[in-house]
């Protein structure tokens, strides 16, 4: 078990090494980031993108540092840690009510246990050709399907036009190719 603890940690640490190797030496420039979650069965807390990090509450966050010029093999770490059962803790208990706008011990207990339901997850990925950029589109699909928009022309073709409300996840699923569901 320990063997496979420290193996898990030194590929993750290589991992993380090559992402950033890729991007070394190169002029920067500071974008603003986003995060959007198409899987409503679960709630991202915070994602990164080698080590740089936004909140997973939606809206533009300042600022990730991204090379200004794209390079053909460029990588990326792309981490998150997401909530797997928002608003229900693993035995389906809901959490308990604040009393006159405080939480409780009650509370407070629960979201401890909840908390430590969280999971971080990480991908390498290949970073997305870009020429002109409006920023870091992180977009998590079902299936911890991560993807990364940086490419202004690319983030108008996917988001442009998406449909409000119920039909929004599905139709952003379908148009980056993803799978509506893992089974």
Same mark, same amino acid.
């Given at each position: 078990m320990q063997k496979?603890?420290?193996t898990a940690l030194i590929l993750s640490m290589l991992a993380l090494l090559a992402g950033c190797?890729?991007? !070394?030496?190169?002029e920067m420039k500071g @974008?603003? !980031?986003? @995060? @959007? #979650?198409?899987?409503k069965s679960i709630r991202i807390i915070w994602a990164t993108f080698n080590g740089q990090g936004v909140s997973g509450g939606g809206g533009d966050e300042c600022c990730i540092n991204i090379p200004k010029k794209w390079q053909p093999g460029m990588t990326a770490e792309i981490t998150w840690k997401k909530d797997p059962s928002p608003k229900k803790n693993p035995d389906g208990s809901s959490p308990p009510p604040w009393k006159n706008g405080e939480p409780t011990r009650e509370w407070d207990e629960w979201m401890r246990v909840h908390q430590e339901n969280y999971k971080t997850? #990480?991908?390498?990925?290949n970073v997305p050709k870009y020429d002109r950029t409006c920023g870091v589109t992180f977009i998590f699909l079902p299936c911890d399907d991560p993807r990364v928009i940086i490419d202004c022309d690319q983030d108008l073709a996917i988001m442009n036009n998406l449909p409000g409300g119920e039909k929004f996840d599905s139709e952003l699923i379908r148009r980056l190719g993803g799978r509506q569901s893992c089974r």
């Open positions: 496979r603890w420290l190797q890729s991007l !070394a030496g190169e @974008v603003p !980031a986003r @995060v @959007v #979650n198409a899987d997850m #990480n991908k390498i990925i």
